[in-house]
């Protein structure tokens, strides 16, 4: 206990001291005393705890012994490769070799082909004009009909509007 932090008070450090004497008959007023304070009675029972267990003695090499000692216990058995003959083995060996091929046959005979569903093509991507140059400079167009007169401008543009739907009467 370190004392040197907080000093107990008086009446604790008699009972305490006779308790280190004799933690069974601590005597009269002691045993007063450790009815009241619980901190005291702890202490006591710590101590009588330390009495009561003394160390446990072994005898020398127990532990090292010990696993022979449980092994001498178990039944005796043959290792599994002595009571198999070669024969088996082999057996063994050879159904496993046709489990193992008939699974990889198995597995190559039922493949699926891979196929790549495609959307059939809308018509206007098929008829895209592919110009003769490759490489036309499409500025030339725009400065033609830059360069047209107000009168051809408003043929062109009659010719590129859709005529107008006639309602049937």
Partial sequence: MNL??????EACATALAAVQAD???PGAEAE????????CAETRVFYLAQEES?????????????????????PARTALHRRM???????????LMAVGAGAFLAGRAN???????????????LEIPVPDTPFHDRE????????????????LLKRLDPPAPTSPR
Avoid: N
């Fill in 85 to 95: 003959g070669p024969l088996a083995w082999a057996t063994a060996a050879g159904v």
């Fill in 4 to 9: 040197e932090f907080l000093p107990p008070p």
């Fill in 140 to 155: 030339e167009e725009a400065a033609q009909v830059q360069a047209l007169s107000p009168d051809e401008m408003k043929a």
């Fill in 54 to 74: 003394p160390e446990v003695l072994v005898p020398a090499g127990y532990f090292s012994q010990l696993p022979d000692r449980i092994l001498r216990k178990l």
């Fill in 23 to 25: 933690p069974l008959e």
């Fill in 32 to 39: 007063a005393h450790l009815k009241v304070c619980r901190a």
């Fill in 111 to 125: 493949r699926t082909p891979y196929v790549e569903a495609t959307l059939p093509r809308p018509a206007e991507t």
